[in-house]
């Protein structure tokens, strides 16, 4: 288990830990993180795939010090697979066990096996566990692929701090988790969730952090083929396309030119590696041949190229 560390005192600080985990914030972001640290609220982070939201939850449990416990979310997610869920088999077997020896009372034998040893925790539940000073960071990963029969169950959760299990009580955390639920707004989440939570939409960096976020997270790609690959998705942000690309699309192309041995852009190499950066082929269709040569030129003139 890593060794938890104290929470940071200041939006400086905060944006100092940010920063020494790689993760390149800006001070709105920093702020929100930081108060829903120090007031105990979940952090609810919306925005487009792939501009960094998942990574803060992670970054936070690196930096604390404290366990990660991601629930990932998908349609039909239920509280079996959230919460809690009992561990029928082993049930079975005690009842067996209970009337080969004579046991004839079925209030003992309901109580028995409705016992906490027969519980199966799942990442809701687990995340209460946490002792005081070493709370996990429960990441709830694009709660906008649930439905909203699972957000009216989580109100309990992000107000509470507590699962109700109705055959044995109440689950109560004894220190609320680091909370931080994202959604790349497929569909609305319901205002009771977005009332329980911090709110902050994240939001595609401009050309001077991402360019940070580069030098970061792409080491190998040279100076200049950074300020290019930064100049053209930047560009290719403010055209119509069925799917923009995120800042882990920028970073995955980077380290791919990267890898090709390329220090510049051109042409002929961005149409043969479109599918790093865009993931539709009628995005792919557009880009590809004459509208690459001319991001290509723009890119390389707005870097000094």
């Given at each position: 288990?890593?060794?938890?560390?104290?929470?940071?005192?200041?939006?400086?600080?905060?944006?100092?830990?940010?920063?020494?985990?790689?993760?390149?914030?800006?001070?709105?972001l920093?702020?929100?993180?930081?108060?829903?640290?120090?007031?105990?609220r979940?952090?609810?982070?919306?925005?487009?795939?792939?501009?960094?939201?998942?990574?803060?939850?992670?970054?936070?449990?690196?930096?604390?010090?404290?366990?990660?416990?991601?629930?990932?979310?998908?349609e039909?997610?239920?509280?079996?697979q959230?919460?809690?869920?009992?561990?029928?088999?082993?049930?079975?077997?005690?009842?067996?066990?209970?009337?080969?020896?004579g046991?004839?009372?079925?209030?003992?034998?309901?109580?028995?096996?409705?016992?906490?040893?027969f519980l199966?925790?799942?990442?809701?539940?687990?995340?209460?566990?946490?002792?005081p000073?070493a709370?996990?960071?429960?990441?709830?990963?694009?709660?906008d692929?649930?439905?909203?029969?699972?957000?009216?169950?989580?109100?309990?959760?992000?107000?509470?701090?507590?699962?109700?299990?109705p055959e044995?009580g109440?689950?109560?955390?004894?220190?609320?988790?680091?909370?931080?639920?994202?959604?790349?707004?497929?569909?609305?989440?319901?205002?009771?969730?977005?009332?329980?939570?911090?709110?902050?939409?994240?939001?595609?960096p401009?050309?001077?952090?991402?360019?940070?976020?580069?030098?970061?997270?792409?080491?190998?790609?040279?100076?200049?083929?950074s300020?290019?690959?930064?100049?053209?998705?930047q560009?290719?942000?403010?055209?119509?396309?069925?799917?923009?690309?995120?800042?882990?699309?920028?970073?995955d192309?980077a380290?791919?030119?990267?890898?090709?041995?390329?220090?510049?852009?051109?042409?002929?190499?961005?149409?043969?590696?479109?599918?790093?950066?865009?993931?539709?082929?009628?995005?792919?269709?557009r880009?590809?041949g004459?509208?690459?040569?001319?991001?290509?030129?723009?890119?390389?003139?707005?870097?000094?190229?």
């Amino acid at each position: 288990m890593p060794t938890p560390r104290p929470l940071p005192k200041s939006i400086d600080e905060t944006l100092a830990m940010l920063g020494g985990a790689d993760y390149v914030a800006d001070r709105s972001l920093a702020t929100a993180v930081y108060l829903a640290l120090a007031m105990q609220r979940p952090l609810f982070l919306e925005g487009e795939a792939g501009v960094g939201k998942t990574e803060v939850a992670k970054v936070l449990a690196a930096t604390l010090g404290r366990e990660l416990i991601r629930l990932q979310c998908y349609e039909g997610l239920d509280i079996a697979q959230a919460a809690y869920e009992w561990n029928y088999s082993r049930q079975m077997i005690e009842i067996r066990l209970a009337e080969a020896a004579g046991e004839r009372s079925r209030e003992r034998l309901a109580q028995d096996i409705y016992g906490e040893r027969f519980l199966v925790k799942r990442p809701l539940a687990r995340a209460l566990e946490g002792k005081p000073g070493a709370a996990p960071v429960l990441l709830i990963d694009e709660l906008d692929r649930t439905d909203e029969p699972f957000e009216a169950y989580l109100l309990e959760v992000l107000s509470d701090w507590q699962i109700t299990i109705p055959e044995i009580g109440t689950l109560a955390a004894a220190e609320p988790p680091v909370v931080v639920l994202t959604s790349n707004r497929t569909r609305e989440i319901h205002d009771a969730v977005k009332r329980r939570c911090f709110y902050y939409w994240v939001d595609y960096p401009d050309a001077a952090r991402e360019l940070e976020i580069l030098r970061r997270k792409a080491p190998r790609a040279a100076a200049a083929l950074s300020r290019e690959v930064v100049a053209f998705v930047q560009r290719l942000r403010k055209m119509d396309l069925f799917k923009l690309p995120g800042v882990a699309e920028t970073i995955d192309w980077a380290n791919c030119l990267a890898a090709l041995d390329r220090i510049a852009l051109d042409p002929e190499t961005v149409n043969h590696t479109l599918g790093v950066l865009l993931k539709y082929r009628d995005d792919i269709e557009r880009i590809a041949g004459a509208e690459a040569e001319r991001l290509v030129a723009e890119a390389r003139a707005a870097s000094g190229a």
